[in-house]
Structure formats: structure tokens, C-alpha cells
């Protein structure tokens, strides 16, 4: 149980464009979900935090108009990197918790982005 | 907010060494501290989680140990084998509606044969 699939698992776009990712929780009901992004050789930093029906809150630095999240349903959030830039490229990861307050997280497989 | 610092940043051992990561965290009231073993392109992959309320926890070769009055919690994997080697991050979390997990720099450990 308590499966998280991402969709695509990796993409290549040009400068300038728009790519959605989508992260589902496949069999329980995700109450929150979370975005980070992975840089090479780095750690795992949150960009954002989304509960369903409610905009999501961005942590300091992140540009929301930049990187849209939507958490319209139970199972499904997605993150919309507008106007991509070859900064942009990295491994997006999220991650789905059952309830607000919960301790544990299930972490999506991740979406490699590249940016030409 | 939340801040985690992790040491070392690599890690190399003999097999059938120890090996220990320490980390520590600044928010007291931090009450969950999980551990990730991450492999290259992957997702994290808890392998142990520690609650505030315990002092230590152990599962066959792992096991985690928790000071609360000094914010330091530490990983120790016993007996180490080849497919140990991976990188390791530590997190913390808050206990707010938020729930949000913040992680440490990670630790790359490599098992030398």
C-alpha cells in the first residue's frame, strides 16, 4: 500500500516553454502533498506544500507565479514550471501524506527535467 | 524555522565496519525524525523513523538514537555490506498542520570491499 506514481518520470523541454508533472496517490486518499526539487549531489529541498482545495503554500524563495501547484483532488497534485529555464533542470520529487499532521510520507519516483 | 545539519558529508567504511551519521536539528519542538536511504535517480526510501517521546530504536543492523535536550539524532548501521552504500539523509519535522519534512544535506556513504 500507500503507492505514489509521477508522471512523466523524465522530460526534455525547450527554454521558454511549460511542463506539468503530475504526482497520484494510487491507493489512499492524500490529504497533503509535497514538492521538492533535487539538485546533483544535493539534498532534497521543499518548494512547496499543497492540501487539496486549497492553494499551496510555498516555502521562502520559490517562486509561486513560477511554479504552479495544484492539488484539485484527493489523488492527483500537479506542479506546472512556466517559462522553464535551463536552471529549472533538476529531479522533481513528491511526496503524499494521508493527513495533515501525519508523520509519514510516501515519495513519488520523481520526474527528471531538462531544460535545453 | 526548521534547520538540519548533517555530518559527514561522505562516508566511507570497511565492510563489516560501522558506520555512523549524526545530525542535529534547531526547532525543540521537532518531534519526528526520519532517516532516507537514497540511491542514485531514485526516490527516498525511509528505513527508520524515530519519535520524539523515544530514546532509541533499532531494527536488525539499524538503528537510531535520539537526544532531545541536545537536538542531535544519529544513524547506525552495523555490520555494513556493499549495498549499504547509498546516500543517507536525515529530516525533521515539525508538528504542525503543515507537517512539512526538512531534510539534512545527506551523507554518501561508500562500503569498500
Known amino acids: 500500500g500507500a503507492v505514489v506514481s509521477q508522471h512523466p518520470s523524465w522530460v526534455i523541454c525547450k527554454s521558454g516553454t511549460s511542463v506539468k508533472i503530475e504526482c497520484r496517490s494510487l491507493?489512499?486518499?492524500?490529504?497533503?502533498m509535497f514538492w521538492y526539487r533535487q539538485f546533483p549531489k544535493q539534498s532534497l529541498m521543499l518548494m512547496a506544500t499543497?492540501?487539496?482545495?486549497?492553494?499551496?503554500?510555498?516555502e521562502q524563495g520559490v517562486e509561486k507565479d513560477k511554479f504552479l501547484i495544484n492539488h484539485a483532488s484527493l489523488t492527483l497534485s500537479t506542479l506546472t514550471v512556466t517559462s522553464a529555464h535551463p536552471e529549472d533542470s533538476s529531479f522533481y520529487i513528491c511526496?503524499?501524506?494521508?493527513?495533515?499532521?501525519?508523520?509519514?510520507?510516501?515519495f513519488g519516483p520523481g520526474t527528471r527535467l531538462t531544460v535545453t | 524555522g526548521e534547520n538540519v545539519e548533517q555530518h559527514p558529508s561522505t562516508l566511507s567504511v570497511q565492510e563489516g565496519d560501522s558506520a555512523v551519521i549524526k545530525c542535529t536539528y534547531s526547532?525543540?519542538?521537532?518531534?519526528?525524525f526520519p532517516w532516507y536511504k537514497q540511491e542514485l535517480g531514485k526516490r527516498p526510501q525511509l528505513i527508520i523513523d524515530?519519535?520524539?517521546?523515544?530514546g532509541e530504536k533499532k531494527d536488525q543492523r539499524i538503528a537510531v538514537t535520539l537526544n532531545k535536550t541536545a537536538k542531535h539524532f544519529s544513524l547506525h548501521i552495523t555490520e555494513t555490506q556493499p549495498e549499504d552504500s547509498a546516500v543517507y539523509f536525515c529530516a525533521a519535522r515539525v508538528y504542525s498542520s503543515a507537517s512539512k519534512i526538512i531534510f539534512g544535506s545527506g551523507t554518501r556513504l561508500s562500503i569498500r570491499p
Open positions: 526547532d525543540s519542538a521537532s518531534n519526528y
Open positions: 499543497s492540501n487539496e482545495g486549497s492553494k499551496a503554500t510555498y
Open positions: 524515530i519519535r520524539s517521546n523515544v
Open positions: 491507493d489512499f486518499q492524500a490529504t497533503t
Open positions: 511526496s503524499a501524506s494521508w493527513a495533515q499532521g501525519a508523520n509519514e510520507q510516501y
